[in-house]
Protein backbone atom coordinates (compact mmCIF):
# COMPACT_ATOMS: atom_id res chain seq x y z
CA UNK A 1 0.00 0.00 0.00
CA UNK A 2 2.05 3.39 -1.01
CA UNK A 3 -0.10 6.54 -0.38
CA UNK A 4 1.24 9.81 -1.63
CA UNK A 5 2.80 11.94 1.06
CA UNK A 6 1.64 15.85 0.76
CA UNK A 7 3.94 18.93 0.46
CA UNK A 8 6.74 16.85 -1.44
CA UNK A 9 7.48 15.04 2.64
CA UNK A 10 9.68 12.57 2.92
CA UNK A 11 9.84 9.28 4.99
CA UNK A 12 12.26 7.90 6.55
CA UNK A 13 14.16 6.26 9.64
CA UNK A 14 15.43 9.18 12.15
CA UNK A 15 19.44 8.59 12.35
CA UNK A 16 21.36 9.07 15.39
CA UNK A 17 21.65 12.18 17.21
CA UNK A 18 18.33 13.03 15.47
CA UNK A 19 16.28 12.82 18.90
CA UNK A 20 16.64 16.26 19.40
CA UNK A 21 14.28 16.63 16.13
CA UNK A 22 12.02 13.92 17.84
CA UNK A 23 12.25 16.18 20.82
CA UNK A 24 11.52 19.76 18.69
CA UNK A 25 8.34 18.05 16.91
CA UNK A 26 6.81 16.48 19.83
CA UNK A 27 6.92 19.92 21.49
CA UNK A 28 5.19 21.44 19.21
CA UNK A 29 2.22 19.11 18.97
CA UNK A 30 -1.04 21.13 19.78
CA UNK A 31 -2.79 21.10 23.16
CA UNK A 32 -5.35 18.37 21.82
CA UNK A 33 -2.50 16.24 19.70
CA UNK A 34 -0.31 16.27 22.87
CA UNK A 35 -3.31 14.18 24.85
CA UNK A 36 -3.77 11.85 22.54
CA UNK A 37 -0.33 10.91 21.42
CA UNK A 38 0.45 10.25 25.57
CA UNK A 39 -2.88 9.60 26.40
CA UNK A 40 -2.90 12.40 29.03
CA UNK A 41 -1.84 15.84 29.71
CA UNK A 42 2.15 15.94 30.24
CA UNK A 43 4.39 18.52 30.38
CA UNK A 44 7.89 19.44 28.45
CA UNK A 45 9.89 18.51 30.82
CA UNK A 46 8.34 14.85 30.65
CA UNK A 47 8.36 15.09 26.82
CA UNK A 48 12.67 15.80 26.86
CA UNK A 49 12.88 13.29 28.74
CA UNK A 50 10.99 10.84 26.92
CA UNK A 51 12.78 11.81 23.62
CA UNK A 52 16.29 11.36 25.94
CA UNK A 53 14.81 7.96 26.21
CA UNK A 54 14.28 6.89 22.75
CA UNK A 55 17.84 7.12 21.93
CA UNK A 56 17.88 3.92 23.61
CA UNK A 57 18.71 0.32 21.42
CA UNK A 58 15.32 -0.99 20.77
CA UNK A 59 14.04 2.06 19.51
CA UNK A 60 13.24 2.65 15.72
CA UNK A 61 11.44 5.96 14.48
CA UNK A 62 10.14 6.72 11.01
CA UNK A 63 10.10 10.39 10.89
CA UNK A 64 7.81 12.72 8.16
CA UNK A 65 10.03 15.46 7.19
CA UNK A 66 9.17 18.60 5.33
CA UNK A 67 12.42 19.78 3.87
CA UNK A 68 14.82 19.72 6.97
CA UNK A 69 11.64 19.89 9.67
CA UNK A 70 10.72 16.46 11.38
CA UNK A 71 6.34 16.58 11.06
CA UNK A 72 5.59 13.33 11.70
CA UNK A 73 6.57 10.38 13.66
CA UNK A 74 5.67 6.75 13.97
CA UNK A 75 7.50 5.05 16.89
CA UNK A 76 8.84 1.42 17.80
CA UNK A 77 9.62 0.13 20.95
CA UNK A 78 10.73 -3.08 21.58
CA UNK A 79 9.93 -4.71 24.53
CA UNK A 80 12.85 -4.66 27.51
CA UNK A 81 12.78 -8.13 27.34
CA UNK A 82 14.04 -10.27 23.76
CA UNK A 83 12.18 -12.85 24.60
CA UNK A 84 8.65 -11.62 25.08
CA UNK A 85 8.70 -10.47 20.93
CA UNK A 86 6.40 -7.92 21.99
CA UNK A 87 6.52 -3.93 21.09
CA UNK A 88 4.51 -0.60 21.20
CA UNK A 89 3.98 1.23 18.91
CA UNK A 90 3.06 5.30 19.26
CA UNK A 91 2.22 7.87 16.18
CA UNK A 92 1.85 11.55 16.29
CA UNK A 93 1.60 14.56 13.12
CA UNK A 94 1.49 17.90 13.75
CA UNK A 95 -1.73 19.62 13.18
CA UNK A 96 -1.71 20.92 9.36
CA UNK A 97 -0.48 17.42 8.53
CA UNK A 98 -2.66 14.87 10.04
CA UNK A 99 -5.68 13.72 8.01
CA UNK A 100 -3.41 13.93 4.52
CA UNK A 101 -2.40 10.07 5.25
CA UNK A 102 1.10 10.60 6.76
CA UNK A 103 -0.20 7.86 9.66
CA UNK A 104 -0.70 5.48 7.14
CA UNK A 105 2.47 5.15 5.68
CA UNK A 106 4.05 5.81 9.26
CA UNK A 107 2.26 2.77 10.16
CA UNK A 108 2.87 0.74 7.09
CA UNK A 109 6.56 1.72 7.55
CA UNK A 110 6.35 0.49 11.66
CA UNK A 111 4.72 -2.40 10.70
CA UNK A 112 7.38 -3.29 8.30
CA UNK A 113 9.68 -3.01 10.82
CA UNK A 114 8.15 -4.63 13.57
CA UNK A 115 7.51 -8.23 11.66
CA UNK A 116 11.42 -7.47 10.12
CA UNK A 117 12.41 -7.65 14.08
CA UNK A 118 10.43 -10.79 14.65
CA UNK A 119 7.91 -8.71 16.75
CA UNK A 120 4.80 -10.99 17.38
CA UNK A 121 2.79 -8.92 19.19
CA UNK A 122 2.47 -5.06 18.80
CA UNK A 123 0.49 -2.49 20.73
CA UNK A 124 -1.08 0.34 20.42
CA UNK A 125 -2.39 2.71 23.09
CA UNK A 126 -4.75 5.69 22.34
CA UNK A 127 -7.81 6.93 23.86
CA UNK A 128 -11.29 5.17 23.60
CA UNK A 129 -12.45 9.14 21.57
CA UNK A 130 -9.62 9.02 19.18
CA UNK A 131 -11.44 7.70 15.88
CA UNK A 132 -8.82 8.48 13.77
CA UNK A 133 -6.21 6.41 14.86
CA UNK A 134 -8.69 3.52 15.45
CA UNK A 135 -9.78 4.16 11.25
CA UNK A 136 -6.21 4.28 10.75
CA UNK A 137 -5.56 0.59 13.11
CA UNK A 138 -8.32 -0.86 11.28
CA UNK A 139 -6.82 0.16 7.39
CA UNK A 140 -4.33 -2.36 8.58
CA UNK A 141 -6.77 -5.81 9.98
CA UNK A 142 -5.93 -4.47 13.62
CA UNK A 143 -7.92 -6.33 16.61
CA UNK A 144 -9.08 -3.36 19.00
CA UNK A 145 -10.25 -4.18 22.40
CA UNK A 146 -11.62 -1.91 24.61
CA UNK A 147 -10.91 -1.54 28.18
CA UNK A 148 -11.29 0.93 30.33
CA UNK A 149 -11.65 3.88 28.36
CA UNK A 150 -8.52 3.19 26.21
CA UNK A 151 -7.95 0.75 23.31
CA UNK A 152 -5.14 -1.38 22.50
CA UNK A 153 -4.80 -2.50 19.46
CA UNK A 154 -3.13 -6.00 19.02
CA UNK A 155 -1.77 -6.02 15.18
CA UNK A 156 0.42 -9.86 14.48
CA UNK A 157 2.92 -8.70 12.25
CA UNK A 158 3.39 -12.25 9.70
CA UNK A 159 6.86 -13.11 10.03
CA UNK A 160 9.75 -11.56 8.20
CA UNK A 161 10.75 -13.04 4.56
CA UNK A 162 13.63 -12.20 2.08
CA UNK A 163 10.67 -10.07 0.51
CA UNK A 164 10.08 -7.96 3.48
CA UNK A 165 13.23 -7.61 4.32
CA UNK A 166 14.29 -6.58 0.85
CA UNK A 167 11.24 -3.55 1.35
CA UNK A 168 12.96 -2.06 4.32
CA UNK A 169 16.39 -1.79 3.05
CA UNK A 170 15.16 -0.55 -0.28
CA UNK A 171 13.14 2.00 1.63
CA UNK A 172 15.94 3.05 3.78
CA UNK A 173 18.11 3.18 0.72
CA UNK A 174 15.60 5.68 -1.24
CA UNK A 175 15.55 7.78 1.90
CA UNK A 176 18.91 8.31 2.22
CA UNK A 177 19.53 9.07 -1.70
CA UNK A 178 16.54 11.63 -0.95
CA UNK A 179 18.06 12.89 1.63
CA UNK A 180 21.18 13.21 -0.29
CA UNK A 181 19.39 14.78 -3.37
CA UNK A 182 17.50 16.92 -1.42
CA UNK A 183 20.88 18.70 0.20
CA UNK A 184 22.53 19.18 -2.86
CA UNK A 185 19.86 20.92 -4.24
CA UNK A 186 19.85 23.28 -0.68
CA UNK A 187 23.39 24.19 -1.87
CA UNK A 188 22.70 24.50 -5.48
CA UNK A 189 19.99 27.12 -4.77
CA UNK A 190 21.09 30.84 -5.25
CA UNK A 191 21.29 32.81 -1.99
C1 LIG B 1 -3.88 9.61 14.76
C2 LIG B 1 -2.90 10.03 13.66
C3 LIG B 1 -1.57 9.33 13.89
C4 LIG B 1 -3.48 9.57 12.32
O1 LIG B 1 -2.62 9.97 11.28
P1 LIG B 1 -3.21 10.77 10.04
O2 LIG B 1 -2.10 11.08 9.11
O3 LIG B 1 -3.98 11.93 10.54
O4 LIG B 1 -4.20 9.67 9.43
P2 LIG B 1 -4.46 9.34 7.89
O5 LIG B 1 -4.60 10.61 7.12
O6 LIG B 1 -3.45 8.36 7.44
O7 LIG B 1 -5.90 8.68 8.00
C5 LIG B 1 -6.08 7.39 8.55
C6 LIG B 1 -7.55 7.06 8.56
O8 LIG B 1 -8.20 7.87 9.55
C7 LIG B 1 -9.47 8.29 9.06
N1 LIG B 1 -9.56 9.74 9.28
C8 LIG B 1 -8.84 10.73 8.72
N2 LIG B 1 -9.21 11.91 9.22
C9 LIG B 1 -10.18 11.65 10.15
C10 LIG B 1 -10.94 12.45 11.04
N3 LIG B 1 -10.78 13.79 11.08
N4 LIG B 1 -11.83 11.83 11.85
C11 LIG B 1 -12.00 10.50 11.84
N5 LIG B 1 -11.29 9.68 11.03
C12 LIG B 1 -10.39 10.25 10.19
C13 LIG B 1 -9.57 8.00 7.63
O9 LIG B 1 -10.57 6.99 7.50
C14 LIG B 1 -8.24 7.42 7.24
O10 LIG B 1 -8.42 6.24 6.52
P3 LIG B 1 -8.62 6.31 4.91
O11 LIG B 1 -7.30 6.77 4.36
O12 LIG B 1 -8.93 4.91 4.57
O13 LIG B 1 -9.71 7.27 4.63
C15 LIG B 1 -2.69 11.58 13.64
O14 LIG B 1 -3.90 12.22 13.33
C16 LIG B 1 -2.12 12.14 14.93
O15 LIG B 1 -0.93 12.22 15.09
N6 LIG B 1 -2.99 12.53 15.89
C17 LIG B 1 -2.54 13.09 17.16
C18 LIG B 1 -1.77 12.07 18.02
C19 LIG B 1 -2.49 10.75 18.15
O16 LIG B 1 -3.71 10.69 18.20
N7 LIG B 1 -1.71 9.66 18.22
C20 LIG B 1 -2.29 8.34 18.32
C21 LIG B 1 -2.04 7.71 19.65
S1 LIG B 1 -0.51 6.86 19.67
Same mark, same amino acid.
Given at each position: ?? $?????D ?27 R? /? ?6 ? /??R ?5 ? %???? !?V ?5 I ?17 ? %??? $? ?12 G ?35 A?? /?????? /? ?12 R ?5 ? !? %? ?5 G ?13 L???A
Amino acid at each position: MI $EPLPDDGVVRKLWVGETDAYRDHLLRLDADSRVRR /FGGGVSDD /FIRGYAEAA %RGFG !TVIHGFFIGETLRGCGELRMSSSPFT %REA $EAAFSIEKPWQSHGVGSVLLERTLLAARNRGVRSLCMHCLAENERMQQLARK /FDADLH /FDFGSVVGEVDPPRSTLMSV !T %REIMADGHAVTAAIFDAQSRLLRPA
